[in-house]
């Protein structure tokens, strides 16, 4: 259900209040409350809400514009609309001036009255509604752009004009938003200039395209000296389909992309981190089977890197036989999913025949669609001594512990084991506290030994399990572990390397690998702790898998194709690209090399050495090459650029490829346009010619000489005024300069030239400006025709029509002096016989008189048709000519001319006319110019009575109409020599509209 408006109705009249009231509620969705004076008026608006007023003119104490004055001091957004008898134009301006929504005279048929003020309430509380709205959208704006980070701009497509510059301008640039909006700071001015072209090729590509959106990153520099790198996001504002604005956001990415830069860095600092650290490493891919074996790998078990092939048996078959089905087992649940790396310590053979404790571990660093591994990359860590010296300390433990603990000489060799152990040290005796704490354990946990001694082992280590972990099961779980390990002497972790994440009072993270085992007493088992600090490994494995994360994702983001092959040829890895551009999968691809990508006729022996040379020196080369599709055997043209790639001790080749097919096309179609448009202009007939804005020419056709008799070499790089007739030097000189000056196509010109043999001859030629990329004109191409023989058959044509319009004129006077005298007589015998039979026959023989005579008359107009010169007209001017003393006419074609005959403002006096005599009721005309793609819609338009739908046509014919009908048919004539077109399109009973359609090249806009 509507709710109802909320309107006061103040006027000093209570009977006609009432009326209006009732009125109103009848209507209209109104609740009225009035008011028979304006002060008690101003005291409602401050107790209640209203939506609108409506008040009198007239008023004791205080009349409608003072009681709008007030009101608009404390409600300048509440709707007024003054209604009154008082019709005075003064009163009306003033109360528009003071703020009133609309002004309604009181008088007339009242239903219609009232009807209008409704429909004018519900106007204004719209209108103002949405005013409120929009000005509350624009502080939200407003206050959104200012606390956002970065800049928002929009500029116009057609003047480039920026409109809106906000945000962060200062802190970016280092100059106001209205700096730039003014253009005292261009904004292309602040971006780098060798960036500067490819920003605004980015936009205009975006604007001619989909519109958008479209991200561009470059440099700009501050007023200060100072350079960011920012990212701009830009899209386009559509009116339709066509494109109007666009519109985008400038962020500061300067910090995001120096830690690009450095993570770029720490990729290539961990391929050396893990030689460094003495790690070996291993790359296994599983399509092929393929294991890529390090040579630190190799050294690690004695052998050369000949030694090993890369297949994952030479690691299988090498591991101990004891040790295999549990290395197996691991493995299996790690490619199954059950956990999340693979870790396993077991031994391998050594070159010399020995085995050789090693930790192993993996991750996997690609799955296929359905989660499979594909690569796993791991590394060996030897650990041979690690094993031995825990063999050894357990045995020392055990002894030292059962035996050495009751020998009092023992206890300083026993201390000093302890605290000099580079690993950390805990002894845990029967009920569970601790009885050893060494420095290297105190160092690890932040906990000083003489704070740890004596103390419960699982109230010291609770407070190091990390907050995320630290939940009541995982306490309860700690505690009946180390429960169970003192009542049986054994337990799950017994006897192997495993690893927990331990946190420190100060924050601090650390990664522990610990080995835990009983010691037998004579009341039960004690429990023994060695740890050791393998956080760094930990982070340079993780940094590893985001290196590798991050270079996936750049390849396979890459417009080119990629190749990663070995100096054999075999391939390594392809990104996504590669795998779309030779339509092959990646599994098949890796079984392949180089050679089953390219056609075998490419294949030069010499040429393929010589860039394999280059490329192996460090030398990075880059050539046009025959790509082949393996599974297809299809054919297609790529840019191959090949760069040697070192990792550690492995060389690598990368080949960037680019499919260049449509590049090729484009190439030849371009070639063969070339050669094709060069045959026309070699064998045109008329000359064919460019020179330079100041008028020295760099190409003449050989037409030249045919038309002209002069060589052609003896022109280019000279001036073209050698062989202008010296009368017409000022003509030729001037339609340079316009077309220089304004770098728009002017209208031909014709002109004398002079012959190699003396002769005048008469050309007709025109201008097309070229510009340079940076917009600047940079050539005109010309041509010219000779238009000798035109000349002289137009010169004879000319010479007869005057004369035909010599005859014409004298037999028209003639005719025109007989007509006048047969009107004198029929006026006399009028005046001498007063019968009225033969009165009515003089006035039809008198009405097909003046037919005649104006018949007559449109002979003289009609004979002018096409006789003068076509010129540039000034549309404002022509209008002002016709002006009428009792129709308003408005003109909004400011700056507009037209190439016409000079008889338009016939066409223009007619259309004046027509409005005059037959736009019953009409009072204002008004002229309008429009754009209709590259036309120009010109519009005349009255608001009278309008032409019935029937007649729209006809009245363009010759002889309809009230009078002679010559008219609109004359004007449609002289239209149409310059190709004006016009109909009539107006809505009957609103009005005529009359639409001249000018086509391109016959209209201007003059500066």
């Known amino acids: 259900m509507e709710v109802p408006l909320r309107l006061l109705l103040v006027d000093d009249e209570p009977a006609l209040l009432e009326v209006i009231k009732d009125f109103l509620e009848m209507m209209g969705a109104f609740d009225v409350t009035m008011s028979t004076c304006a002060t008690e008026a101003l005291a409602l608006l401050r107790e209640r809400k209203f939506d609108a007023v409506v008040s009198d003119y007239q008023m004791p104490i205080m009349d409608g514009l003072a009681f709008l004055n007030e009101v608009r001091k404390d409600m300048p957004n509440l709707p007024f609309i003054l209604f009154t008898g008082k019709g005075r134009e003064d009163v009306v301006i003033e109360a528009l001036n003071k703020g009133a ?396 390397l495993y690893e927990t994440e331990i946190v420190k009072e100060d924050g601090g993270r650390f990664v522990l690998q610990q080995v835990i085992f009983p010691i037998r007493i004579k009341n039960g088992y004690r429990i023994g702790l060695i740890s050791r600090d393998i956080s760094d490994i930990v982070t340079i494995n993780r940094e590893l898998q985001q290196s590798h994360n991050l270079f996936r994702t750049v390849i396979d983001s890459s417009h080119d194709a990629f190749f990663i092959h070995d100096t054999d040829g075999r391939v390594i890895d392809v990104n996504t690209k590669l795998l779309e551009m030779y339509h092959i999968t990646r599994e098949k691809a890796l079984t392949l090399t180089i050679r089953d990508f390219s056609d075998e006729r490419e294949f030069d022996a010499q040429a393929e050495t010589r860039i394999w040379d280059k490329v192996m020196a460090g030398q990075s080369f880059i050539f046009p090459w025959k790509a082949k599709r393996p599974t297809e055997g299809t054919l297609f043209d790529v840019e191959v650029y090949l760069t040697k790639v070192v990792s550690g001790d492995r060389t690598l080749i990368l080949a960037t490829t680019r499919d260049v097919t449509e590049q090729k096309k484009a190439e030849r179609a371009l070639k063969e346009a070339e050669e094709k448009y060069r045959h026309l202009v070699q064998n045109s007939h008329d000359v064919i010619y460019t020179i330079t804005p100041d008028g020295m020419m760099t190409y003449v056709s050989p037409s030249w000489t045919t038309m002209l008799g002069y060589d052609v070499t003896e022109y280019l790089g000279g001036t073209f005024k050698k062989v202008i007739h010296k009368d017409d030097l000022e003509l030729c000189d001037g339609f340079l300069r316009r077309t220089v000056e304004t770098g728009v196509r002017q209208p031909a010109i014709e002109y004398r030239v002079v012959h190699k043999d003396g002769s005048i001859r008469w050309h007709r030629s025109n201008l097309i400006p070229s510009f340079d990329e940076n917009g600047k004109l940079a ?199 310059t190709g004006i077109t016009i109909v009539e399109n107006g809505v009957p009973g609103k009005g005529a509209r009359f639409e001249m359609l000018v086509p391109e090249g016959c209209h201007r806009t003059d500066r």
């Open 101 to 496: 929504d609309f002004y309604l005279q009181k008088g007339g048929d009242l239903h219609s009255q009232f009807t209008e003020l409704i429909h004018m309430v519900k106007m204004a509380v719209q209108s103002r509604t949405a005013i409120n709205d929009l000005k509350a959208s624009e502080e939200r704006y407003h206050s959104f752009v200012h606390n956002m980070k970065g800049i928002v701009y929009r500029y116009r497509i057609d003047t480039g004009r920026i409109d809106i510059f906000d945000g962060e301008v200062e802190a970016y640039i280092g100059y106001s938003s209205q700096d730039v909006i003014d253009g005292k700071v261009p904004w292309p001015s602040i971006i780098f200039p060798e960036e500067r072209i490819k920003v605004l090729e980015g936009h205009d590509a975006m604007i001619k395209g989909d519109g958008g959106p479209i991200q561009l990153k470059y440099h700009m520099r501050s007023r200060d000296g100072s350079v960011r790198f920012v990212a701009d996001v830009g899209y386009c504002i559509f009116d339709g389909e066509r494109p109007v604005y666009v519109m985008g956001g400038i962020i500061d990415i300067t910090e995001k992309e120096a830690l690009e830069q450095a993570l770029d860095e720490s990729e290539s600092r961990w391929k050396f981190a893990l030689e460094g650290a003495r790690e070996g490493v291993w790359d296994w891919d599983l399509p092929s089977n393929i294991i890529y074996y390090s040579s630190r790998w190799k050294s690690m078990l004695g052998y050369d890197d000949s030694d090993i092939a890369p297949a994952p048996d030479e690691w299988r078959n090498r591991v101990y036989p004891d040790d295999l089905g549990h290395v197996e087992s691991t493995m299996h649940k790690f490619f199954d999913g059950e956990v999340d790396f693979y870790e396993t310590e077991h031994r391998l053979l050594c070159k010399d025949g020995s085995y050789k404790w090693i930790l192993a571990r993996g991750m996997v660093m690609t799955r296929d669609d359905e989660g499979k591994p594909v690569r796993v990359i791991g590394t060996h860590t030897d650990i041979d001594q690690l094993k031995s010296n825990e063999q050894m300390l357990k045995a020392q433990m055990a002894e030292i512990m059962t035996k050495g603990m009751a020998l009092q000489d023992s206890e300083e060799t026993f201390r000093s084991f302890i605290d000099e152990s580079y690993d950390a040290i805990v002894l845990i005796d029967e009920i569970g506290d601790v009885i050893e704490w060494n420095e290297a354990q105190a160092k690890i946990t932040g906990i000083e030994r003489g704070n740890a001694v004596g103390k419960r082992y699982y109230d010291l280590i609770i407070p190091l399990i990390p907050p995320d972990h630290r939940t009541s099961d995982i306490i309860d779980s700690v505690r009946s572990k180390i429960e169970t390990f003192l009542q049986t002497g054994d337990s799950e972790y017994f006897d192997k």
């Open 779 to 977: 050539t005109l191409f010309g041509s010219a025709v000779d238009i000798t023989e035109y000349k002289l058959a137009m010169g004879s044509l000319a010479l007869a029509n005057r004369k035909l319009n010599l005859l014409s004129s004298i037999t028209r006077h003639d005719i025109l002096n007989q007509i006048m005298a047969v009107q004198g007589n029929i006026e006399l015998a009028k005046m001498r016989d007063r019968n009225e039979g033969a009165t009515a026959f003089l006035d039809k023989i008198g009405k097909s008189v003046s037919a005649i005579q104006r018949h007559i008359e449109f002979t003289r107009d009609y004979e002018q048709l096409g006789v003068r010169e076509l010129t540039w007209l000034r549309l404002r001017q022509i209008v002002r000519n016709v002006a009428d003393d009792h129709i308003d006419i408005i003109c909004e074609c400011d700056n507009i001319s037209i190439y016409a005959d000079p008889m338009i403002e016939t066409v223009f006096q007619n259309l004046m006319d027509n409005t005059r005599r037959h736009a019953e009721g009409a009072t204002v005309v008004t002229v309008r110019c429009t754009r209709v793609g590259n036309d120009l819609k010109l519009t005349w338009e009255d608001d009278g009575c309008g032409i019935p739908k029937d007649q729209k046509e006809l009245i363009f014919e010759r002889g309809y109409g009230k009078n002679t009908g010559l008219g609109l048919f004359l004007s449609r004539e002289i239209l149409g020599i």
